[in-house]
C-alpha cells in the first residue's frame, strides 16, 4: 500500500504560522499543499492574511473575507494584494417592504397599542391590501407612550385601519402625524468598508419601488454616503411601480467618483454627477424617501445592493 509523500517541514511550518498569526485555517488537501490554501480573515484583518499567504511557498493561495457579502467572499491572493474574481458580489439583498406612509392630513390618525400589537386608523391611508404584508412600517408618533420609528409586521386590515408589531409590551394610545419629511429607511442601512471599491470599483443598487397612485412628488435617495443624503434619483412619481439602477464607480482614485441613476418608469431622465468621497475610509451607505401629500405612501419593497471591487 503507497502513502502520499509527506509535506516539506519548511511548508509545514509556514501553515502552522499562517494559522496561528491569523487566527484562520488554512485548507490543505492531499499532498496539494500550497496551491489550494483558503485563509478566512475578516476586512480589517485582510494585511495579516495577504502575509500568511506570503510566507508560503509559493506565496499564492485563496482569502475567504468573513464580514464582505452575504455568507463572505473568496479573494485570490497573490502574496501582495487581493483581487476579486468572477460575480459582484452581494452586499445586501432585501425583499422585506420598507413603508413610509404620509397618513391622514392635520395629523388626524390615530392609534391604539395593547400588549405589542399597535392598531394605526388613518382614514383613506391607500395602502395596498396584500403587497405589503409583513413588512416594516414607519410611524411618526404625536402623543401617547409609543415613539416614533420603525415597526414591524405590517398588515393591512380595512381602508383605514393597519396593524404593526412593536418591540415594547404596553398599553396606550395617541395621534399619529402626518409625515411628509425625509426617511431614512434604516433597516437597510450598510457601512461599506474602506477601501473595498479600490481605484475604479463599481457599486451598484438595485431597487423595487411602490407608491400610491396619482402625480404628487414622492422621491426616492440612494447612495446617502456620497455626499450626507444628496439624492442620485429624484422626482414625480405617477406610476405604482418602478424599478431605480444608481450605479457609483471610483475614477482611478479612491477620491474620486461619477455615478448614474435611472429607472425603468417614473422618475423621468437620467440622472449624472461627479463627486469627491473618500471611500477608503468606512461610511454608511443609507436610502431615504419622501412623500409630499397626505395620504399617500413610498415603500421600498426590493433592494440588491452589490460590488465590482477593484
Known amino acids: 500500500?503507497?502513502?502520499?509523500?509527506?509535506?516539506?517541514?519548511?511548508?509545514?511550518?509556514?501553515?502552522?504560522?499562517?494559522?496561528?498569526?491569523?487566527?484562520?485555517?488554512?485548507?490543505?488537501?492531499?499532498?496539494?499543499?500550497?496551491?489550494?490554501?483558503?485563509?478566512?480573515?475578516?476586512w480589517a484583518n485582510r494585511a495579516t492574511a495577504i502575509a500568511a499567504i506570503a510566507a508560503l511557498t509559493p506565496s499564492t493561495g485563496w482569502v475567504n473575507v468573513t464580514?464582505?457579502?452575504?455568507?463572505?467572499?473568496?479573494?485570490?491572493?497573490d502574496g501582495t494584494q487581493l483581487s476579486r474574481k468572477g460575480q459582484p458580489i452581494a452586499l445586501q439583498l432585501n425583499g422585506t417592504p420598507q413603508i413610509?406612509?404620509?397618513?391622514?392630513?392635520?395629523?388626524?390618525?390615530?392609534?391604539?397599542?395593547?400588549?405589542?400589537?399597535?392598531t394605526v386608523t388613518s382614514v383613506g391611508h391607500n395602502l395596498p391590501a396584500t403587497d405589503l404584508e409583513g413588512g416594516n412600517v414607519y410611524l411618526v408618533i404625536g402623543s401617547g407612550l409609543a415613539t416614533t420609528g420603525w415597526y414591524t409586521n405590517f398588515s393591512r386590515t380595512g381602508v383605514d385601519t393597519f396593524t404593526c408589531t412593536s418591540s415594547v409590551s404596553q398599553t396606550t394610545s395617541g395621534t399619529?402625524?402626518?409625515?411628509?419629511?425625509i426617511t431614512t429607511i434604516t433597516p437597510l442601512d450598510y457601512t461599506l468598508k474602506g477601501g473595498l471599491m479600490g481605484l475604479n470599483g463599481i457599486i451598484e443598487e438595485i431597487t423595487g419601488v411602490q407608491v400610491s397612485g396619482g402625480a404628487n412628488n414622492k422621491v426616492y435617495y440612494g447612495f446617502g454616503f456620497l455626499s450626507g443624503g444628496v439624492s442620485t434619483v429624484n422626482g414625480t412619481l405617477t406610476t405604482q411601480d418602478v424599478?431605480?439602477?444608481?450605479?457609483?464607480?471610483?475614477?482611478?482614485?479612491?477620491?474620486?467618483?461619477?455615478?448614474?441613476?435611472?429607472?425603468?418608469?417614473?422618475?423621468?431622465?437620467?440622472?449624472?454627477?461627479?463627486?469627491?468621497?473618500?471611500?477608503a475610509a468606512d461610511s454608511t451607505h443609507n436610502t431615504?424617501?419622501?412623500?409630499?401629500?397626505a395620504s399617500e405612501f413610498i415603500a421600498i419593497r426590493s433592494r440588491l445592493l452589490q460590488i465590482n471591487p477593484n
Not at 176 to 181: E, S
Open 288 to 293: 431615504t424617501v419622501s412623500v409630499a401629500n
Open 67 to 77: 464580514d464582505v457579502g452575504i455568507g463572505g467572499s473568496m479573494w485570490y491572493c
Open 243 to 279: 424599478r431605480c439602477y444608481a450605479s457609483v464607480q471610483n475614477c482611478n482614485s479612491e477620491s474620486r467618483q461619477a455615478f448614474t441613476a435611472t429607472t425603468v418608469s417614473g422618475f423621468g431622465t437620467l440622472d449624472y454627477r461627479n463627486k469627491t468621497v473618500n471611500t
Open 176 to 181: 399619529v402625524n402626518t409625515n411628509n419629511a
Open 100 to 118: 413610509v406612509p404620509s397618513l391622514a392630513a392635520a395629523n388626524a390618525a390615530t392609534y391604539s397599542q395593547t400588549g405589542t400589537t399597535i
Open 1 to 42: 500500500m503507497s502513502y502520499p509523500s509527506k509535506v516539506n517541514p519548511a511548508v509545514s511550518s509556514a501553515i502552522t504560522s499562517a494559522i496561528n498569526s491569523n487566527n484562520s485555517s488554512v485548507v490543505v488537501p492531499g499532498d496539494q499543499a500550497r496551491s489550494n490554501a483558503i485563509v478566512n480573515t475578516t
